[in-house]
DNA sequence: GCCGCGATTTGACCGGCGTCAAAGCCCCCG
DNA sequence: CGGGGGCTTTGACGCCGGTCAAATCGCGGC
């Protein structure tokens, strides 16, 4: 263990450098020789698709990193109606840091792998590594602004707006050229996701996508999870208007 | 101005020494000797009520820490409808790091004193000072925390239960037992903003507190802002329902 | 292919909250 | 003391989106 340590320490262990999310999460603010520290506390984790990583109200145990996969944070009220309050994806960091009990649940959308560490000593490797605290500091303000961009939707957007400005993230993060000059977007949850994501309910969330479909703005491809937008231009009247 | 700045390293300036805001806002991280380099790039600024520190669209140069009183962030749809996504009081941080473009419009709610920082000097300050960062981090954090719960309420709660939710906060934060056994809360804002912060109407806002009022939930006295609450846990009762 | 089960869509209905309007209240100012 | 303007309350009404229910679709197993 010590020995793995030492060598380690002067090039980087085998399994960060081949990580898939090594880059863009906060590892990529540690040198080749620093990364043996995350590596001593880091444990890798498989999540298959529907399980929790950690439920609301237990003790705050555990944090990681998103290798591959997604991941949703809800928040529910005392008699279950949930909301989803943030997505995760690779290179996200997952947990709620310098808090003694979790008040959220982490659970996965399809299979995910994390790269998990014991809360406490990763606070302590933040301390020594003021440059991953830095990049966790700019992730934190970046959840916080979509946080506050989402509150304005909730608050004050209906459902044919909350439906339009979530199909154009979408566009935005997944999107791709079809062959009928159409944006691809893949829609990679079921639309009780969506609804939770959204504030709204499954109903809802159907109709809104059927008329915009009946309107000529969507196209969907029978039997698979995604459409094509084939008017983006008219989500964004939706979203914006005048 | 150099010499001011020699002199102050080895004593605190005397502004921040008589500061209101120092011991909870980001300075308290700051030895004394530390503080002339917030000192050097920092001005006081008044806020008369109502007025912006600065509006959704602008270039964002500034940011600032409140001395005394009380700001809200809204975001706004193009249209205008507002939704008020955060409440700063005193020690809290004003501003959005890392981004060239304000998304957000800042206002004071009262009047209002701030310590004022040209933006990019104060990351600058930020990178040189890895306690003050740590400590921005930790409010951030918080913050995010508040904004998930504020999700949740947006999206998930009635009417009813949002404005429990929102007298038990101030219930929390500015509660004094009052004559009767009842607690006296201040409630420091309009009816209009507190619509814009639970993403409500004004008008329903006022029916629901005139419901809890019925109820024998809440008292109001005439002519002030704020009210008594006689019936904790029934507001306890409505926000977590079976 | 056929069945069964969950996800999605569609329909009918209704209630909560937004909208519009008017009245009341408070405070400032003349 | 009276008048005016803004904030708040109250009322009437309508619509959006939630609820309940049923039909349809998609897919895996046998």
Known sequence: MLLQDRTSASCAPARCLSCKARGNSLCAAMADGELSALHAIG???????????????DRNHHCATVVEGMLKVTAS???????????LFPGDFVGELFADDATLTVSALCETDLCTYPRAAFERTLEDHPRMERLLLRRTLLALGD????????????????????????????G????????RIAIPISRGEMADYLGLTIETVSRQLSQ??????LAF?????????????????????A
Not at 162 to 167: K, Q
Not at 176 to 183: D, F, K
Request: positive net charge.
């Open 77 to 87: 009220t005392s008699d279950g109606r949930e909301q989803i309050v943030g997505l």
């Open 147 to 174: 946080a506050r961009g989402r509150m304005l939707a909730l608050g004050r957007r209906n459902a044919r707006e909350r439906i339009a400005g979530f199909l154009l993230d979408l566009v935005e993060r997944t």
């Open 212 to 217: 915009l479909k009946a309107a000529g703005i």
């Open 43 to 57: 444990r890798r984790r498989n999540l298959p698709a529907g399980q929790a990583f950690n439920w609301a109200g």
């Open 176 to 183: 791709r050229p079809a062959a009928n000059g159409g944006t």
């Open 221 to 241: 491809a029978k039997g698979d999870r995604g459409c094509t937008v084939l008017r983006e231009a008219s989500l964004q009247a939706i979203l914006n208007p």
